[in-house]
């Protein structure tokens, strides 16, 4: 990406350019098409119908029916609708730290944003699962069936519901959390859920308008990393489907269309689907295959998973590395052994990152997850060139607040210190700039952080 000024930045987190910013083919295709023609979508057009084709021959046979909207948010909608429709219940059942959009609906079933309202937040009809987190989660990594527990969370969830009276409509999960901290669920986990849900009557919707489109890189869709053997009765797609404009898609089986028609309430959207919005979409679809953009995904991403896994053994701020192609978290800690989140620690480099010209987020829910989605268009140099600038922040990091490998803390008194123009070391900038960055400059004591309370000599702002 570049500025107003021209300064060039590295984009490491931009998930809806997804084939790269302003990619020609994409705008040739939509300006051809606007030269030609748009119109509101009563009036058919054969975009519709080649897109549709094209986008559900890359997804299981049964996931034949497509309805076009124009955001994540509306896509996600419309599946709950879809979901209750099918049956009449009402009860849905979704991930801790979830977020699936920005509407009225979907904030109810989103733990990342209705937990910032306290206990009115949550409704009486959304049911909260345990995220299949094997790093800090209920079941870790030392659990010998992961999957299997987290499911059986979900299934106990089902039977106080129904003990209640309620029935359960829906599952929704990210294929991959996002917003939850670059959560990768347990192989089988999934299929489990499904058997669950579908034998209480419900539909499995699986959200990937943040991972779907070849981002995972062996699939095409993320949900696919779980097994042949699971198919989700609905996929909701947004963001990378347009590569920044404005279209998102349900996809789901004849069986829950024809439910949801027989309804009698009519399905409209003035916008979705229009042959505008369909040429972009085919043109994206057209360039991650010329350009190999899976493939990209795969050898992109194994290289900088690699290069993160060294910074693992080299810091010991870097409690574990997850990911797949190119959607990969590192989860930052205070120690290693507790895995206490270090939330100020992944905010200071994001900042610094940001001053380098290099945007990465912080996620998760202690924000301490260093995210990384961006443009399919990734390469290797990318990936060295980000991972060689945090290795030089972790570095400057565990120097400044005398974090040494097993988190024990330094008591040497030559610590070596670089000084800057304002008299101030740079190891005291730094801790000051963290305390700052936690509410805690020159009021707490922490043991990783320095009693330091001189100025600093440049804050980061939040």
Request: charged residues 25%; hydrophobic residues 35%.
């Amino acid at each position: 990406m570049y500025d107003e000024r021209g300064e060039k930045y590295l984009d490491c987190i931009n998930n809806v350019a997804h084939v790269g910013h302003s990619h020609p083919d994409v705008i040739k295709a939509a300006v051809k098409q606007m030269e030609l023609l748009n119109t509101n979508s009563r009036f058919l057009h054969d975009n519709l119908v080649q897109y549709a084709k094209r986008l559900t021959a890359t997804l299981p046979e049964k996931l034949s029916v497509c309805y076009f909207v124009n955001s994540g948010s509306e896509a996600n909608d419309l599946a709950l609708r879809l979901a209750r429709q099918y049956h009449g219940y009402q009860d849905v059942i979704t991930l801790d730290h979830a977020y699936h959009g920005h509407v009225s609906s979907l904030i109810d079933i989103s733990p990342y944003k209705f937990n910032q309202l306290g206990k009115e937040g949550k409704k009486e009809f959304v049911h909260v699962a345990p995220s299949p987190d094997i790093y800090r989660g209920k079941y870790r990594d030392d659990h010998p069936d992961p999957a299997s527990a987290y499911a059986d969370d979900v299934k106990k969830i089902i039977e106080e519901v129904e003990k209640k009276g309620g029935k359960i409509a829906a599952f929704i999960a990210e294929s991959m959390q996002s917003c939850g901290g670059q959560i990768i669920p347990p192989a089988g986990y999934f299929q489990k859920v499904a058997e669950y849900v579908h034998k209480a009557g419900g539909i499995f919707i699986a959200d990937e308008v943040q991972v779907g489109f070849g981002r995972v890189g062996k699939h095409f869709w993320a949900f696919q990393l779980q097994g042949k053997d699971f198919v989700p009765d609905i996929v909701t797609m947004g963001k990378p489907i347009g590569n920044g404009h404005p279209m998102s898609c349900v996809v789901t089986t004849r069986e829950i269309a024809e439910a949801f028609g027989a309804s009698g309430l009519e399905y409209f959207n003035t916008f979705g689907g229009n042959p505008v919005s369909c040429a972009i979409g085919l043109a994206v679809l057209d360039v991650i295959e010329k350009e190999d953009l899976q493939g990209n995904a795969v050898r992109v991403g194994k290289y900088l998973t690699e290069l993160l896994n060294k910074q693992k053994e080299k810091h010991p701020l870097v409690g574990d590395v997850r990911g797949v192609g190119l959607f990969v978290g590192v989860d930052l800690v205070k120690d290693q052994q507790k895995r206490t989140p270090a939330t100020a620690e992944a905010q200071h480099i994001i900042y610094k990152l940001k001053e380098q010209r290099i945007l990465l987020s912080a996620d998760g829910p202690y924000r301490n997850i260093l995210k990384f989605k961006p443009p399919m268009c990734f390469t290797v140099e990318d990936a060295k060139f980000v991972v060689d600038q945090i290795d030089e922040l972790l570095t400057a990091l565990e120097e400044a607040t005398g974090v040494r490998a097993g988190n024990e803390r330094s008591t040497s008194a030559q610590h070596i210190r670089k000084m800057t123009n304002e008299g101030n070391s740079e190891s005291d900038c730094i801790s000051e700039s963290i305390n700052h960055i936690n509410g805690t400059a020159c009021r707490q004591k922490n043991d990783l952080y320095t009693d330091n309370c001189a100025m600093p000599c440049k804050r980061i702002r939040t």
